[in-house]
Structure formats: structure tokens, C-alpha cells
Nanobody, 127 residues
Framework: QVQLVESGGGLAQPGGSLRLSCAASGSIVSVRTMGWYRQAPGKERESVAFIIRGDATNSAADYADSVKGRFTISRDNAKNTVYLQMNNLKTEDTAVYYC?????????????????WGQGTQVTVAS
């Protein structure tokens, strides 16, 4: 019912920036929370950032401690898109980044709570 497509991944140097995009299509009205996960080789998938989509006056966001102050999640509901601006990138940010969405309108982080997933986009931070 909902399809998510990530873009914007690539190679960045430590201290550099990238902006990821996640475009949603389909039954988008059912999507009330969107966010980003990442998974590095040999590591578990971890939460990154989440944002409320389903409230016009509430775009509250939540971030993992590892990215606070460096990453910013934002939304453009008219374009059915969520963004992840990643600044001051670190080597440990290297991972496949996945966009996720859910019907519930709360900033939960459990993988099992998310209904829809994108295919992922690779982010590599290296000098």
C-alpha cells in the first residue's frame, strides 16, 4: 500500500555532509510517522531519527544519541518526502540507511513497529 524510495547516499569525507531523501507513494494518508534506520556490516539495525508526519502542527522529532547535533530530520508533506540532513559525518556513520514509515503517530524506535520500508541507500564516510 505504501512504497518508500531512498536516495542521496554516496561517499563523503569525515566532517562532510550528505542529505538523504525518502519519497513515499501509495496510500500515504496512512503514514503518520516516518524515520530512518541504519545498518553497518556485521552490526544490528539501529534507529537514527524519526519525525511526526500526520499532524500539520506537530513535526516533533527524535534522534539517536549518536547523531544528535549532527543530523536533522525534516518533512515535506506536500511532496510526501522526508529528509535526513547529515552534517559533520564520522567514519562510524557508514551504513546502509533505510527509510521506514508507520501508521501510528508516535516516535517509537522498534523495528517491529514500522509497517513499511525502503530498499536502503549506502552512505560511506571515508578519507
Amino acid at each position: 500500500q505504501v512504497q518508500l524510495v531512498e536516495s542521496g547516499g554516496g561517499l563523503a569525507q569525515p566532517g562532510g555532509s550528505l542529505r538523504l531523501s525518502c519519497a513515499a507513494s501509495g496510500s500515504i494518508v496512512s503514514v503518520r510517522t516516518m524515520g530512518w534506520y541504519r545498518q553497518a556490516p556485521g552490526k544490528e539495525r539501529e534507529s537514527v531519527a524519526f519525525i511526526i508526519r500526520g499532524d500539520a502542527t506537530n513535526s516533533a522529532a527524535d534522534y539517536a544519541d549518536s547523531v544528535k547535533g549532527r543530523f536533522t530530520i525534516s518533512r515535506d508533506n506536500a511532496k510526501n518526502t522526508v529528509y535526513l540532513q547529515m552534517n559533520n559525518l564520522k567514519t562510524e556513520d557508514t551504513a546502509v540507511y533505510y527509510c521506514a514509515a508507520r501508521s501510528g503517530m508516535t516516535l517509537v524506535t522498534s523495528v517491529s513497529q514500522y509497517d513499511y520500508w525502503g530498499q536502503g541507500t549506502q552512505v560511506t564516510v571515508a578519507s
